[in-house]
């Protein structure tokens, strides 16, 4: 499997783990990992620590994605990108559209480690993950 | 080598196929081996000899006529050595085996008409 | 024993009389229809005749033997699977290797036994029918491929068409695009505007073939139209994105560059959604200022999130801008990796001869991974004098009859409307409906801009034009200029047009006053007219292209005279 997905026990957070090449190939999966959930998640996390490239196929999967959860009023992280994934985030300038962390905790702690400040509305969101 | 003329078994498996075409296949046989035999008299050279009597082979393993067709395989491989010394003797006893085997056939047709 | 599968035509070619009814009789009884044969000449006569599905065949027989008979009915039925059986007692594994060589699929042993003999027809049965689905489905395959590659083939003459109806072979414009290129999202576009500035699309949708390069008819559409009426690029790229927005799926974009080329003002204007850096490099220091991507793709953003802003550099003759596909930096030897960025610039500045830079990219490609992606587009436009270019007159289909000669109009534009309005496009279209003007149109055009853009700038927003004294006072300029544009919420720009007839012709007055401070004209009209000075360009190339150009009301008003003659 190169999508691994995982649930966090009160429903409320989806990590989607990409594994290998992160394209047009990956799309049936990707698009399965949160389509067949019951329950729609507060937040979702992409984890791409183990993804080892990204295409513009890949960038087009993050918009589905976004717009299933909600568009303008979605909360997604993309976290743990390589370097070569973050030159290819940051020309799309994709970080616009989505909250894009070095580290996946960075987020929690130190809102000086992330790459576009908006502490207020991911304080709020990480609540219930905690409960 | 086997003892065995025309395999009973062998017979009730074919009556059994062949049904009403039974007669016609014993007939067949007889007329076939016939003609076969004439052009094992008369060939001059080894390849022929050999080809009819692989071709008498087979025909002879499928009626159940066993020792007929190990007779028949000795010959086609016997045509094929370079001294072709013993052929007519081989030739002489596919003659008497062929007579057996005729005979026992016609029994055969007889019993069964009856 | 009649069995499940559908009867067959069965084909059994035996000398010995007795065998052949024997084998008749079995084949017939387990259900098939047989056709018999006594020699292999026959064999062959009959499969033409009745093509029989499969073979049960003697390989010694006179006349013609079983091997020649099994290959000539081999060949006979091309890539249909017709099993040949070989009824054989042959035991030597050469005679054997013989009835396979010659096309046998099968042996069959003497003396016969019904139940192997029910198997293997029934085997071979299967395999003739797994060959009989596989070549439909091949010919099928081979059928939509077709069909494919003919949609493929209209689509590429079509999208040719549209890339090659702007102005791509203009002398200043070199371009190398990989002939799937296209076809892989990627899309370039050329046009002069009125003024001779020219427009520069290169763009790379996401996703590949025909769903990609779907989206190109209207962004094609949307920049040939604007640019050739007036339109600015942020107008452009406005209307572009709410377009792709609107048509295309969610994961579906367009990362595009687009360039305004002023070879007039020699400035360079860009926007960069989401390409690769563009370069722009200048021909006597030889730096290379990267143009990198500021924005979301088109198709991304919501028309009210959209971001139109564009960065304005200044350039001299001979100054080149170059842009590039992902295609080359994403070009991947065998191990993966990247030929990117730092590869790019070690081209750059190993680059002797700049008229070889593609040369030299597309060599560095080829020792990187062996051999170039197929789906790469680089452009390089060069900044020449206006008179070595020749931008085709515009076209207009109207009859010419009803041109408008004695009328007057005036339009006060106020801050609300400046922020975001351009109404160059506008008056320009209302003035080419008076055909003696249409002749003078980019010089008209020009003029009506740069009068404009001068109330506007140094008018209504106070802006001193010689902050743009140097390539870094010239970018600050701009960005004041948008940031002053945004915070806009009093002033005007006001424009009244005056069309009278004039001997046999006629005569046009454009006077543009604005709400601004005013200026000192007698000190800017005695300057010399330098053409290398990046400021204050604007009020001598008004005075080049019009007559009696004057300014009143110090400064705050500025007035000029088109005649024409009478048409032919």
Redesign the interface.
């Known amino acids: 499997m190169s999508v691994v997905t995982e649930v966090s026990p009160d429903g409320q957070k989806l990590t989607i783990s990409i594994k290998g090449r992160f394209d047009f190939g990956r799309h049936q999966e990707f698009r399965e990992s949160y389509e067949r959930l019951n329950q729609k998640p507060e937040s979702i996390v992409v984890d791409l620590k183990e993804a080892t490239y990204l295409d513009s196929s890949a960038l087009g999967m993050l918009l589905l994605l976004r717009d299933h959860a909600g568009g303008e009023d979605s909360d997604i992280r993309i976290v743990n990108s390589n370097s070569d994934v973050k030159k290819i985030l940051a020309i799309s300038n994709f970080d616009k559209l989505f909250d894009i962390y070095p580290k996946e905790d960075a987020g929690k702690d130190s809102a000086g480690e992330k790459d576009k400040p908006q502490a207020g509305h991911l304080q709020d969101k990480l609540h219930p993950g905690k409960a | 080598m086997s003892e065995i003329h025309l395999d009973r078994d ?1 017979l009730s498996t ?1 009556k059994e ?2 049904e009403d ?1 039974y007669l ?2 014993l007939d ?2 007889l ?2 081996s016939e003609a076969r035999l004439r052009v094992l008299h008369e060939a001059r050279d080894a390849e022929k000899l050999s ?1 009819t009597a ?2 008498f ?3 002879s ?4 006529a066993i020792r007929l067709a190990e007779l028949c395989g000795e010959l086609e491989q016997r045509a094929k050595q370079p001294s072709l010394g013993g052929i007519e003797k081989l030739v002489s006893e596919i003659d008497s085996e062929f007579a057996h085997v005729r005979k026992l056939c016609r029994e055969e047709r007889e019993g069964f008409h009856c | 024993m009649l069995s499940d599968l559908e009867p067959l035509t069965v084909l059994i070619a035996e000398d010995s009389a007795a065998d052949r009814l024997l084998l008749s009789t079995i084949v017939r009884r387990q259900g098939h229809h047989v056709l018999t044969a006594a020699d292999g000449a026959e064999a062959v006569d009959i499969y033409i005749q009745q093509r029989p599905h499969l073979v049960l065949m003697d390989a010694m027989m006179p006349v013609m033997d079983g091997f020649e008979a099994a290959q000539k009915i081999k060949q006979l039925a091309g890539e249909q699977l017709v099993p040949i059986i070989f009824l054989t007692s042959l035991t030597e594994s050469e005679a054997l290797a013989r009835c396979l060589e010659a096309g046998g699929d099968d042996f069959l042993a003497k003396p016969y036994n019904q139940v192997i003999l029910a198997a293997k027809i029934k085997a071979m049965d299967r395999l003739r029918r797994l060959q009989a689905t596989v070549v439909e489905q091949r010919d099928q395959i081979s059928r939509h491929h077709d069909y494919l590659l003919n949609e493929q083939r209209v689509a590429k003459a079509v999208f040719d068409k549209i890339a090659h109806s702007g102005c791509l072979s203009a002398p200043n414009i070199r371009y190398l695009q990989s002939p799937y290129a296209l076809f892989n999202g990627d899309l370039l576009l050329a046009a002069f505007n009125p003024a001779g500035d020219m427009h520069i699309l290169l763009g790379d949708f996401t996703g590949h073939g025909l769903p990609a390069a779907v989206g190109a008819m209207p962004l094609a559409e949307v920049f040939y139209g604007m640019t050739a009426k007036g339109y600015g690029l942020a107008q452009i790229l406005r209307e572009m994105n709410a377009k792709l927005k609107r048509i295309l799926p969610v994961d579906m974009f367009c990362c595009a560059t687009l360039l305004c080329l002023s070879f007039q003002r020699c400035t360079v204007e860009v926007w960069n959604g989401g390409m690769p850096d563009g370069y722009l490099h200048d021909s006597l220091s030889g730096v290379r200022t990267p143009l990198p991507a500021r924005h979301l793709p088109l198709g991304v953003l919501t028309p009210q999130l959209f971001d139109d802003r564009t960065e304005v550099h200044p350039m001299s003759l001979g100054d080149r801008v170059f842009l590039l596909s992902d295609g080359v930096i994403d070009t991947a030897d065998d191990n993966e990796q990247l030929f990117g960025v730092e590869r790019l610039q070690q081209v750059f500045s190993a680059n002797r001869e700049p008229d070889c830079l593609f040369e030299d990219i597309q060599q560095a490609l080829r020792d990187f991974r062996g051999e170039p992606r197929d789906d790469f587009s680089m452009v390089e436009v060069r900044l020449v004098a206006p008179t070595q270019l020749n931008p085709p007159p515009p076209v207009y289909s109207d009859s010419g009859q009803s041109s408008p000669l004695d009328w007057s109009m005036s339009f006060e534009f106020r801050a609300q409307t400046l922020r975001r309005f351009n109404p160059m496009p506008y008056l320009l279209q209302l003035l080419l409906e008076v055909h003696g003007l249409r002749a003078q149109s980019g010089a008209l055009y020009s003029v009506l801009s740069e009068l404009y853009s001068n109330a506007l700038e140094h008018g209504v927003l106070g802006l001193d034009s010689s902050i743009k004294r140097d390539a870094s006072g010239f970018a600050r300029y701009y960005s004041e200029r948008n940031q002053r544009l945004d915070e806009l919420n009093s002033g005007h720009v006001r424009v009244h047009v005056h069309v009278t007839p004039h001997g046999d012709g006629g005569r046009l007055v454009i006077e543009v006053e604005d709400s601004g401070k005013g200026f000192d004209v007698a000190r800017v009209l005695a300057r010399p007219a330098d053409s290398n000075r990046l400021s204050g360009r604007g009020v001598s190339l008004v005075r080049q292209l019009s007559h009696q150009a004057c300014w009143s009301d110090d400064g705050r008003s500025a007035r000029v005279e088109f005649f024409w003659e009478a048409l032919a």
Do not use: I, R, Y
């Open positions: 062998v074919l196929v062949m075409g016609e296949l067949t046989f007329n076939d080809a692989h071709s082979k087979g025909s393993s499928n009626m159940g």
